[in-house]
């Protein structure tokens, strides 16, 4: 962490600068300081207060009794899973075809007579022998569409090819279940993502993102080290930096967390030494703010590169020792403490890599990987599932998915965040998807139940320009009915009377006098509960 810590202070000391300064704040600049562009993406809706914000996913996860957290790393671009787990049953087809990319059998690590990984990724020998570390094979779904960011909108959203859906598993469960979030954050971010800006994983049903999300670590740095995102007192002395201190400031009230983001990171410290790598940067980070009791439940880390089309060997050799070594030296250092039995790491990508390599010493995209986990809540290392076969392939020459992403997800949702299972199957769109065995357990975990979880709500626009509050009492009750603007100020009260059960519809402009156009969030009280989902007037 040494150089890494290094370099970003150098680009704290550099906005002394007033030539410095005028290229670092340039337009992209100014909308990422309002939210509006990847790098500070903390919104309300579509703006900048929802930096300050519960999220669905956070609320949920307060509510279950445990300390139990996931993280999720994901394999931008595509992983090959045939150089990551390189299947030595069957080594001669996969040789002939990887003539120059493949992986030389005396160039191995064994994790059992039938698989192996690169001697490159020896530092996971140790974590897979002490019985943490299991490997899915063959994971992908029907029809794979190949595409980067179609496939990553289907792992995200847990739909189907042929279904375009715009909200992701996570963010719409707990929108369901803890729908307050607007109204009443929790003390602090129950999620954070690094680099996966614009991935759909947290997005709700109204296009709302439910992540605490920064475009890299380094900005996640300056956070936790400082307390802020950007000095405002280290300014040029003229009117332009009297602006730059003002979109500084704008910036940083964007991250409301940072002071208890700052806390828990300054109140631990890493034990061991990572490398100076792109994923070792932000687990060193997760380690810290783990071991400094920040209570967020989920993290979601990203390493990019893996769409090896050209010069894969060198390529991905790196990405794979990041990722072993980082693994590796995450869980020793969370392990001071005892931290790492409440922690479990999954890896995602959005598809694999074809069996024959391309011209260009690569390969093309895939339609299946292995998708590995680790922790000692695995209870025993192991391979789940069927490995594809390296010689039945599609006329394109991917090989055909045994596993069901899905699968994966489900059993990760059930059996480690401890979510009923009828929710889960909700949440995947209403499919039921079978559980894996993947030594995962809940027991003596429990989950608090949500009175009113059916309770439906949403907005919706006439063509005649009125918008009506619908929902569905299913007895009747006393409601009371606000509106809030997008300063959590309240503008409006629709009504606080006694309804009877069925279906009911509020229009909002006629009880609540003229708005201007804007975003607003409504907030239903029923039955002792609270709901709430932001709505936009436009004329």
Known sequence: MKSFNKNIGSKISDGSSHSKAHQTWNRRSFLQALGLSGGASMLLGKLPLHASSATPLGNALDQLEN??????????????GLNTIVPMYDYDTYAQNRSTIKIEENAVVDLNTDFAIPDYMDSLEAVWNDGKMKVVHGVGY????????????IWAS?????????SGFLGRHFENEYPDFLVSPPEVPPAIQIGSIGNLLFDGTDGTGYSFSVANPEQLYQVAQNGWLHDV?????CYYGDQVGFLRGIANTTFLYASVINDAYTSASNDVEYDDMELANQLSIVARLIKGGLGTKVYMVTLNGFDTHANEPEQHQALMTDLANSISNFYEDISNGGFDNDVLTMTISEFGRRVEQNASDGTDHGSSAPVMLFGPALNGNGFVGDHPSLTDLDDAGNMDFTTDFRQVYASVLEHWLCIDADVVDELLLGVVYERLTLGLDCIGVSVDEFAMKDFKHEARYSSGGEIYI??????????????????GQSVAQLINERQLAGEQNIPVKQHSGQLSVGQYIYRITANDKAFSRSFIIAK
Not at 67 to 80: C, F, M, T
Not at 233 to 237: F, G, V
Not at 470 to 487: D, F, G
């Open 158 to 166: 847990s739909s189907d090819v042929s279904e375009n859906v715009d």
């Open 470 to 487: 619908h929902y569905v009492l299913p007895r009747a009750m006393s409601i009371n009915i606000q509106i809030y603007n997008i300063m």
């Open 67 to 80: 300390d139990r957290i996931l993280v999720v790393v994901r394999l931008k671009g595509g992983n090959d």
């Open 233 to 237: 007192q280290d300014t040029p002395d």
């Open 142 to 153: 029907p029809d794979q569409n190949l595409s980067h960011f179609r496939s990553s909108d």
